[in-house]
């Protein structure tokens, strides 16, 4: 059942009338004159409803005649009938000025003006509160509470190597698919960890019931390809070596050199480790410069604790110190431990002397008259680094 707007188009002999869809040549059919009202003529509009069938349209109901006009329908506003304001204002409070609160006497002169309260007001002074200025340091700039301040005792940690796989990829890729998880065990555990896994593949197998793994093909297999994968690997250390000569941590850089003895040779092998050598000696030679400059300054600082530890610290194992800087720092040291040092920070520049360069030369010029337990610990900790300290104490208390 569907509802259209039709128009009457003509009369037939046996008193139906024909249609059609207003404004359109389709659809279009018959209608029974008995459903029209007596006065209908050609161009007549009605509302319809229609059923659709196999051999057409049949009008089963016709409603009331379409009332055509050329002005639409309007609505009229009557409104409230108060005379309003046709714009407001609404002021934004400031948050970020609180002086003036809702009471402020320029809020009270508004509201009173609004109610016509003419009486005057005293205008009363608030007081600013401290508690919401920002508080800042002698310098004028915020304090960085979040920020964790390095201590002055903390030395810089050098960068760990950080190899990218690159040719190991490669070396993978190269690889038949049937020898790709060998070869991925083989970079992860090793020959050894190879072993393992064929055991625990067999075990596996043996307690389904199922033929086990040939240990010594695989492992055979394995032997064949693992030289490549280890060139393959030390290439990528070497590569982030080279890459990082000036910031890695020089152990790490002297660890690839001395792996590459142990790699298959071959050109680029012999050109990396070259250029690895050639950048490690001038790496040691600048740090060491920097190295022995920082304790001359320390030292002529006065910050021998700073100093001695410094001194125990050379960028590369067993450098020493010049026989001048050796001197000035035993009798900085020797200077710094007297009677009149308190008992924690005597402890602290022995304890420091002890695993520095002149553990064996410093003689202190005094010790505390009465030395306490957390001294003492100290002493008996240090009594085989530095026994020339530890002689100044009561053998029967350390």
């Known amino acids: 059942m569907a509802k259209i707007d039709v128009e009457i188009t003509s009369k037939r002999e046996n008193g139906d009338w024909t249609w059609r869809a207003v404004g359109a040549r389709q659809p279009k059919g018959t209608i029974n004159a008995s459903l029209l009202p007596t006065e209908s003529a050609v161009g007549s509009q009605f509302s319809v409803e229609t059923e659709h069938y196999l051999d057409g349209i049949v009008v089963t109901k016709v409603f009331d005649k379409k009332q055509t006009s050329g002005k639409g329908e309007t609505l009229e506003i009557l409104g409230s009938g108060k005379e309003n304001d046709l714009v407001t204002t609404k002021l934004a409070k400031n948050k970020k ?42 310098g004028g700039r915020k304090p960085q509470n979040g920020k964790k301040q390095q201590s002055a005792n903390q030395f810089p940690k050098s960068k760990r190597l950080k190899a990218k796989r690159h040719h190991r990829n490669e070396a993978l890729k190269q690889l038949p698919d049937e020898m790709k998880r060998i070869a991925e065990i083989l970079v992860q555990k090793g020959l050894p960890g190879l072993r393992d896994s064929i055991d625990a593949q067999n075990e596996i197998a043996k307690k389904a019931g199922e033929p086990e793994i040939p240990n010594d093909l695989l492992l055979k297999l394995a032997e064949q390809i693992y030289p490549n994968l280890r060139t393959a690997e030390w290439l990528d250390r070497a590569d982030g070596a080279l890459r990082g000569m ?38 040691v030679e600048s740090d060491q410069n920097n190295w022995l400059k920082e304790v001359i300054s320390t030292l002529k600082e006065g910050r021998v604790v700073r100093a001695l530890r410094l001194s125990s610290r050379p960028p590369k194992a067993g450098f020493p110190l010049p026989e001048d800087l050796l001197q000035a720092l035993t009798e900085a040291t020797n200077k710094a431990l007297t009677s009149d ?18 553990h064996d030369k410093v003689v202190p010029e005094g010790v505390p008259e009465n030395p306490n337990e957390e001294l003492i610990k100290i002493i008996r900790r240090i009594s085989s680094k530095a026994p020339s300290i530890v002689k100044n104490f009561d053998s029967s208390k350390v």
């Open 246 to 283: 000036e910031s890695v941590d020089l152990r790490d850089i002297r660890s690839v050199i001395v792996a590459s003895e142990n790699v298959q040779k071959n050109d680029s092998v012999r050109s990396l480790s070259e250029a690895l050598k050639e950048g490690f000696n001038k790496r």
């Open 341 to 358: 040092a308190t008992q924690s920070r005597w402890g602290t520049i022995a304890e420091a002397a002890a695993f520095s360069p002149v």
């Open 97 to 138: 000025n609180k002086k003036f609160s809702k009471d402020s006497p320029s809020s009270n002169s508004r509201r009173n003006e609004r109610s016509g309260d003419k009486k005057s007001f005293v205008k009363k002074d608030k007081p600013v509160s401290n508690s919401n200025k920002k508080v800042r340091n002698a």
